[in-house]
């Protein structure tokens, strides 16, 4: 088979596709036109985010068998038109859960304790011991929606902070392990102090989290988001911040970021961006929750593994 790769991954995935005989291309960094031009002849696509595989660049892959996202999210692929085409698509969401889930949880005791402000002030030579007086994580009630990889993976990692666990995903019934409740939206909404997202982005989570979502809470919550930034609407959030309907945010992605996480120039930032920018009660960081150095590694390792137990 010829694998076509169109964005860097680890190099093992090469290695171990190359081992049993697969001859694997690298074309990257290349424009969607070069890809257009290219792709007709390879059997397999490796991506990640920068170029979206639609309809026009799969009519083009005449001959493919299979598309593997080094990620989880699949919202850049056509996945109808690949089930038509009998294209497999694989993702690698077990290679980065553990990542997200740490970077999740330690942005939230960032926001806690005030750890970026305090960090500053310091360095200025000021000791505000009362002004950045934190609040505990023991004792929460943190509603955690979706509970696939990753939800799992924070529940996992939250299970040692003594705080209750509540779980919602829609799709799925009895995957509750012991020390986490599966449980309702409504309640969900009565008992929540944190939410944390680990959905993807469909048409049915786009904006999900908007001005009347947030309202449906009966305390004052803190929210983290390290799924897709378009699932939380910025202008509610930014709201219910401004009231005191949400105490907090941790962000790792944004609704304005582009589909390659490059950043936004100046010039490009809207109104509500700045706006969140400027707010002392988000802890923000560049889509990066699931991209740390063994993640790197883990990602492309269970792409080879995925592969060659469907074509060797």
Same mark, same amino acid.
Not at 43 to 50: A, H, N, Q, T
Not at 121 to 134: A, D, H, P, S, T
Not at 148 to 161: E, H, I, P, T, V
């Given at each position: 088979? *010829?694998?076509? %790769?169109? !964005?860097?991954?680890?190099?093992?995935?090469?290695?171990?596709?190359?081992?049993?005989?697969? /001859?694997?291309?690298?074309?990257?960094?290349?424009?969607? +036109?070069?890809?257009?031009?290219?792709?007709?002849?390879?059997?397999?696509?490796?991506?990640?985010?920068?170029?979206?595989?639609?309809?026009?660049?799969?009519?083009?892959? *005449?001959?493919?068998? %299979?598309?593997?996202?080094?990620?989880?999210?699949?919202?850049?692929?056509?996945?109808?038109?690949?089930? &038509?085409?009998?294209?497999?698509?694989?993702?690698?969401?077990?290679?980065?859960?553990? &990542?997200?889930? /740490?970077? &999740?949880?330690?942005?939230?005791?960032?926001?806690?304790?005030?750890?970026?402000?305090?960090?500053?002030?310091?360095?200025?030579?000021?000791?505000?011991?009362?002004?950045?007086?934190?609040?505990?994580?023991?004792?929460?009630?943190?509603?955690?929606?979706?509970?696939?990889?990753?939800?799992?993976?924070?529940?996992?990692?939250? $299970?040692?902070?003594?705080?209750?666990?509540?779980?919602?995903? *829609?799709?799925?019934?009895?995957?509750?392990?012991?020390?986490?409740? /599966?449980? =309702?939206?409504?309640?969900?909404?009565?008992?929540?102090?944190?939410?944390?997202?680990?959905?993807?982005?469909?048409?049915? =989570?786009?904006?999900?989290?908007?001005?009347? %979502?947030?309202?449906?809470?009966?305390?004052?919550?803190?929210?983290?988001? =390290?799924?897709? #930034?378009?699932?939380?609407?910025?202008? &509610?959030?930014?709201? +219910?911040?401004?009231? #005191?309907?949400?105490?907090?945010?941790?962000? !790792?992605?944004?609704?304005?970021?582009?589909? $390659?996480?490059?950043?936004?120039?100046?010039?490009?930032?809207? *109104? !509500?961006?700045?706006?969140?920018? +400027?707010?002392?009660?988000?802890?923000?960081?560049?889509?990066?929750?699931?991209?740390?150095?063994?993640?790197?590694?883990?990602?492309?390792?269970?792409?080879?593994?995925?592969?060659? +137990? !469907?074509? =060797?």
């Amino acid at each position: 088979m *010829k694998v076509l %790769f169109i !964005d860097s991954v680890h190099p093992i995935l090469e290695q171990r596709l190359t081992e049993v005989g697969m /001859e694997c291309v690298m074309y990257y960094p290349l424009s969607r +036109a070069e890809i257009l031009e290219v792709i007709g002849t390879f059997e397999g696509l490796v991506v990640r985010s920068r170029t979206p595989i639609d309809a026009e660049l799969i009519a083009a892959a *005449k001959e493919l068998k %299979f598309i593997a996202r080094s990620g989880s999210g699949l919202e850049n692929i056509d996945l109808d038109v690949c089930s &038509a085409r009998n294209i497999s698509v694989y993702n690698a969401p077990e290679g980065n859960r553990v &990542a997200v889930a /740490e970077h &999740a949880i330690g942005m939230l005791l960032s926001l806690f304790n005030h750890l970026s402000r305090c960090d500053a002030e310091v360095r200025q030579g000021l000791w505000r011991r009362e002004e950045n007086r934190g609040v505990e994580l023991e004792g929460k009630t943190v509603g955690i929606i979706g509970f696939g990889q990753n939800g799992s993976a924070m529940a996992q990692r939250l $299970s040692g902070f003594n705080c209750e666990i509540l779980a919602y995903d *829609k799709y799925v019934v009895n995957y509750a392990p012991a020390g986490v409740k /599966e449980t =309702t939206m409504d309640e969900l909404f009565q008992r929540c102090d944190v939410l944390s997202l680990h959905i993807p982005l469909t048409t049915e =989570t786009q904006r999900l989290v908007d001005e009347g %979502f947030i309202a449906k809470f009966q305390k004052p919550i803190y929210i983290i988001n =390290t799924s897709r #930034g378009p699932i939380l609407n910025t202008r &509610a959030l930014l709201d +219910a911040l401004s009231s #005191g309907k949400a105490l907090g945010a941790c962000l !790792d992605v944004l609704e304005f970021e582009r589909t $390659s996480f490059e950043n936004l120039g100046k010039d490009e930032q809207p *109104k !509500d961006l700045q706006e969140l920018l +400027a707010s002392n009660k988000v802890v923000l960081s560049p889509h990066v929750a699931g991209w740390t150095v063994e993640s790197y590694i883990k990602l492309s390792d269970i792409l080879a593994e995925k592969i060659l +137990a !469907d074509w =060797t």
